[in-house]
């Protein structure tokens, strides 16, 4: 190893500053986006279920109308719990025939 000074204008010193910032960028991305569960469940708001499930807000009402999905209305606040949805999906999937 070079009996160098590091300073911050060393490309190595650079390098690994930027890796820092990459790494703490997805340490709160990840804080960002995980929620706290309740009980051992998690629960998402409309807004994250029709992301999650690739739907307009509109057809996961229609969803909630027509008695498809499960939700819980805690007042004018709508919350679905994950597991509920994961069960949905799970009985609905069809295997492909080969």
């Not at 190595?12 to 703490?24: C, E, G, Q, S």
Request: proline letters at 2%; aromatic letters at 10%; a positive charge.
């Amino acid at each position: 190893m070079d009996n160098d000074i590091l300073t911050k204008r060393n490309e190595r010193v650079k390098k690994f500053f930027a890796l820092l910032d990459k790494m703490l960028d997805r340490i709160e991305v990840v804080l960002t986006s995980e929620k706290p569960s309740l009980f051992g469940e998690r629960f998402l708001t409309d807004t994250e279920m029709a992301k999650k499930l690739k739907i307009s807000r509109r057809t996961l009402q229609l969803y909630r109308t027509e008695g498809k999905i499960p939700y819980f209305q805690f007042g004018g606040k709508t919350l679905y719990r994950e597991s509920d949805i994961q069960k949905i999906l799970d009985r609905n999937y069809i295997q492909e025939l080969k």
